[in-house]
């Protein structure tokens, strides 16, 4: 358990997040911590898992990162690296670009971008994923998830397009950027990454709409055997997995 513990440490004290719940399933032979900025029925958070016995994942190449929201890149990055975190890019502004950034690791190697903001409800702002076709994946969030296009941004210096997928503004809501580097058709996902989850109303109406868009159902809709809160699974045309959860059988599961 030597692993789970430090990585806790690190997001707690290094990132500020707030360690909201701690899930053990002996059965399945794992441990779950969720952190995050604030309450897991109004934010997005990150779900840990720690699988017993392994002590290491392969990250892969397709994975990009976490945003954070900070109000001083610099003082965070300052700030981390005494409590002994992994800067892999020291603040400054984005190449091509004028916002701030920098980048660390936690100790698994999941990489975090920080990036300077005003003050925000949502500072887990981004889950990063690279695609290899931009307007095919775009076009599936759009239509299987009912997503917006927030917003894209063209780097020809740097070979590369973003586009921000999300249900509302970016300062508000954590969103999807999808990263498209130009002639890269797939990427290698390694195993460690997982999935975003999402709430919904209905996982059977969703799963009919994601099949009915070109997505692959990984898990057909239904309870989950033990806890009966009802779920389904897709991956997208990239292969990127999302867990759907019904919204009142997750609050339900929230007030055990
Ligand atoms: C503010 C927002 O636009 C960004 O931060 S983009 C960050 C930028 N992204 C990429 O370069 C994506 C393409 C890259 N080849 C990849 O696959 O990751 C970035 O990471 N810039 C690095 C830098 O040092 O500026």
Redesign the pocket.
């Known amino acids: 358990m030597g692993v789970y513990r430090f990585t806790c440490r690190f997001y707690t004290e290094c990132l500020g997040m707030k360690l909201l719940r701690k899930r053990d399933i002996p059965e399945e032979r794992y441990t779950n911590a969720f952190l995050g900025y604030g309450p897991e029925d109004s934010h997005f958070v990150v779900e840990l898992t720690y699988n017993y016995g392994v002590e290491s994942y392969d990250i892969g190449t397709g994975f990009?990162h976490f945003?954070i929201a900070v109000d001083d890149v610099a003082k965070t990055v300052d700030l981390i690296k005494a409590k002994g975190g992994t800067v892999t890019?020291e603040p400054?502004?984005?190449?091509?670009?004028k916002?701030v950034?920098a980048?660390i690791e936690d100790p698994d190697g999941y990489k975090f971008?920080l990036?300077e903001r005003g003050p925000t409800p949502e500072p887990l702002c981004q889950v990063?994923l690279?695609v290899g076709d931009l307007d095919r994946a775009i076009s599936f969030y759009e239509k299987a998830f009912g997503m917006e296009l927030l917003r894209n941004?063209d780097?020809p210096e740097?070979?590369?397009t973003?586009a921000m997928m999300g249900y509302g503004p970016e300062d508000k809501n954590a969103v999807l950027?999808l990263?498209y580097?130009y002639g890269v058709k797939e990427y290698d996902k390694g195993n460690a990454y997982a999935q975003i989850a999402i709430s919904t109303d209905d996982v059977y109406k969703t799963a009919e709409v994601i099949r009915l868009n070109g997505g692959q159902i990984t898990r057909e809709p239904g309870p989950l055997p033990g806890i009966n809160t009802k779920i389904t699974a897709c991956t997208d045309p990239d292969g990127w997995k999302t867990v759907f959860v019904d919204n009142i059988d997750f609050l339900k599961e929230l007030e055990e």
Do not use: D, L
């Open positions: 990009g945003g890019r400054g502004p984005v190449k091509g670009g916002s950034i980048f971008e990036i990063m690279r941004r780097n740097y070979k590369y973003i950027e990263t580097n």
